[in-house]
């Protein structure tokens, strides 16, 4: 059974750091993405970052771009997003995702995904 555990959120000041992970288990695919998402309260779920199991090539939204890095450990296979220069807007729940075949560069529907995980909500206030 697959298995995502987001972790990481909170509350931070605007112009603060987090790193959120996401922490996979029991996907046997060699050939999957990791997608993170994040929907904040009244607004659709947006994508924000990715990263390919292929060959670790990323993919960031233009909202994230410059702020945010992906990465992954894959002695842990746990993925990570560090996100800096935190504003308000980034307030939301932060979701990771997984998809197996794919690469990145493409929001799929959110019934395209294999699993996703709880959500970590992150919260950008003074």
């Known amino acids: 059974q697959v298995q995502l555990v987001e972790s990481g959120g909170g509350l931070v000041q605007p112009g603060g750091s987090l790193r959120l992970s996401c922490a996979v288990s029991g996907f046997t695919s060699d050939y999957y993405a990791i997608h993170w998402f994040r929907q904040a309260p009244g607004k659709e779920r947006e994508g924000v970052s990715c990263i390919a199991s292929s060959d670790g090539s990323m993919y960031y939204a233009e909202t994230a771009r410059g702020r945010f890095t992906i990465s992954r450990d894959n002695a842990k296979n746990t993925v990570y997003l560090q996100m800096e220069r935190l504003n308000p807007e980034d307030t939301a729940v932060y979701y990771c995702?997984?998809?197996?075949?794919?690469?990145?560069?493409?929001?799929?529907?959110?019934?395209?995904?294999?699993?996703w995980g709880q959500g970590t909500q992150v919260t950008v206030s003074s």
């Open positions: 995702a997984i998809r197996s075949w794919t690469g990145c560069g493409y929001w799929y529907p959110i019934h395209e995904y294999n699993s």
